[in-house]
């Protein structure tokens, strides 16, 4: 998993993932996994997480370990990645100059 998340992103979620770990098992409770994704900028609905503990065979009172929550993060930055979701129509390439070229508009 580590090879899809650069360095930076391993080491903020470590970080993060520690402050939860309060036992220094390198566990965290499952129904904490969504304030840990949320504190690291993501936000994922309780169903999301629901899924996310659902594909590694969690229960809601279980824990997870840092290597499955690298898993889970990879899988739900994939869900939210801004470029999904802004389509460009007929794939122009936007040159934020202010204006709109002719060749650029809709209409002929």
């Known amino acids: 998993m580590a090879k899809f998340l650069t360095q930076d992103q391993i080491n903020e979620f470590k970080e993060c993932f520690s402050l939860y770990d309060r036992q ?6 499952a129904q904490e996994l969504i304030i840990v994704m949320r ?7 309780p169903s999301e997480v ?8 969690i229960d809601r009172g279980g ?3 840092f290597s499955t929550f690298l898993s889970i993060m990879h899988r739900q930055l994939q869900q ?6 802004i389509q ?3 794939g122009w390439t936007i040159q ?3 204006f709109i070229l002719p060749e650029q508009s809709c209409w002929d």
Not at 80 to 85: K, L, N, T, V
Request: glycine share 12%; proline share 8%.
């Open 24 to 29: 220094r098992k390198g566990k965290i409770e």
């Open 39 to 45: 504190c690291l900028g993501s936000n994922p609905t």
């Open 50 to 57: 629901q899924r996310h503990l659902l594909s590694h065979s």
């Open 63 to 65: 824990e997870l370990d």
């Open 80 to 85: 939210e990645a801004p470029e999904e979701e």
């Open 88 to 90: 460009r129509p007929g």
């Open 96 to 98: 934020w100059k202010g």
